[in-house]
């Protein structure tokens, strides 16, 4: 999603300026080119061969050190986005009043793309009235300030003031960067394999573990939409992404079918099960018992009943998770569940489908048939939204 794009990383100078060099390095891990600028005070923290080592340029430190006499317009201008991690409470109060008295905040000031300031400092300046209110400025000019944390400061306090994650700012650039294609659009993601009881310990269930659902979860959120993910599984969704965790497939039925009334998308990549116990026991089941059988019932197919009475502004994709004739088979279930698009997976081949990074898929709809190659999911992940905001368009 970074792919190609120019990013300034402005680093200032406190503790948390270490934290800025995963940071530089997950940005780069997402195709952008990352331009690193240092204040002074952020060299006394870390060094500038990490950031020389890491980043797709070399560091810059002052407005003085280049041949060119404008490197603050030559960078504000070329980037797509200015990144500000750690921001101290001084880097924000200068960029607030507009003073440049360095070539960060000089290219803060000369720069049109999107600003993302994450400061990082002890909690009582956190909560100073100056920062608080040079923040509220900010914020007021369009500059997208993600919010320290609370957590274990240096020297051991524990308080506000902590700098964001590097995931939670990699999210934030990849929102604001765009594309801006899905601003607004309330979309609902199922992910994992839902576990139906045969008892309280036990459950049966499948070999789904969410990784393409939890894709498309932080892709919508980059396009701009508000995402809600129901999980079946034990991990904290991306940043900026609603979680609602579910285990069964009548309680994820339960969380889905209300919303949709207020729901624009709603991607079903959970593998939910066709079967369950039919009468799951309420105790455990203890080894002696000697079962032989576990009798199954159905399990509702709840996607059927919302594409029966799929509203207008409903969008709505299912995934097939096959192993022989795949095509024909999704092409069954886009018709008899009234999709307007479904993902088809062929999950007996290699490095596709379940548990994998990876996936194979072919989108199909009305007119649509749109193969995509091996990829790693959250490519596929764009490409399903791809097809979902044309299918919108329409
Ligand atoms: N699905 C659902 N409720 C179910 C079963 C499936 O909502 N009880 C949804 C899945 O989330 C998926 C789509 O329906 O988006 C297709 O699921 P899949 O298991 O591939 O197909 P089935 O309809 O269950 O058909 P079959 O088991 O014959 O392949």
Redesign the pocket.
């Given at each position: 999603m970074l792919a190609g794009k120019r990013i300034v990383l402005g680093v200032s100078g406190g503790i948390a300026a270490y934290k800025a060099v995963e940071l530089c390095r997950r940005l780069v891990d997402a195709g952008a080119h990352v331009i690193p600028i240092m204040t002074n005070a952020a060299t006394r923290f870390v060094g500038e061969t990490t950031f020389n080592a890491l980043a797709s340029e070399p560091v810059l430190t002052s407005l003085w050190d280049e041949d060119s006499p404008i490197p603050h317009t030559l960078l504000g201008q070329s980037a797509d986005a200015v990144v500000v991690a750690p921001a101290t409470a001084r880097l924000i109060g200068a960029y607030a009043a507009g003073i440049s008295s360095d070539l960060l905040t000089a290219t803060l000031l000369a720069t049109a793309a999107p600003v993302i300031v994450c400061p990082a400092m002890h909690t009582e300046m956190w909560e100073h009235p100056a920062v608080q209110e040079n923040l509220a400025t900010l914020r007021r000019r369009g500059v997208i300030v993600v919010d320290a944390e609370p957590g274990r400061l240096a020297g051991g306090d524990i308080g506000k003031g902590r700098l964001a994650s590097p995931a939670t700012i990699v999210a934030t650039v990849q929102r604001a960067i765009g594309p801006h294609d899905m601003d607004g659009l309330r979309v609902v993601v199922?992910a994992g394999g839902t576990r139906e009881a045969i008892d309280p310990v036990r459950v049966i269930s499948n070999r789904s573990t969410g990784k393409q659902g939890y894709a498309l979860a932080a892709a919508a959120h980059a396009r701009g939409a508000d995402v809600v993910l129901v999980s079946t599984v034990d991990r904290e969704p991306p940043p900026g992404v609603t979680m609602v965790s579910v285990e069964s497939?009548a309680e994820m039925a339960d969380v889905v079918v209300p919303r949709i009334a207020d729901t624009d998308v709603l991607i079903?990549?959970?593998?939910?099960?066709?079967f369950r116990p039919a009468n799951p026991a309420d105790r455990k089941l203890k080894k002696g018992e000697a079962i032989e059988a576990i009798p199954l019932a159905p399990?509702?197919?709840?996607?059927?009943d919302i594409g029966a009475r799929k509203p207008a502004h409903l969008t709505l994709v299912?995934?097939?998770?096959?192993t022989e004739n795949l095509e024909e088979?999704a092409r069954g279930?886009l018709e008899?569940?009234n999709l307007d698009l479904i993902v088809a997976n062929d999950v007996s081949m290699p490095n596709v489908g379940f548990a994998h990074d990876t996936n194979e898929v072919v989108i199909i709809g009305p007119g649509l048939r749109r193969p995509v190659p091996l990829a790693d999911k959250s490519v596929v992940a764009d490409a399903v939204l791809d097809a979902v905001v044309a299918a919108r368009a329409r």
């Open positions: 199922t497939a079903m990549a959970a593998a939910v099960a066709d399990t509702h197919d709840f996607l059927v299912g995934f097939a998770a096959e088979n279930k008899r569940k």
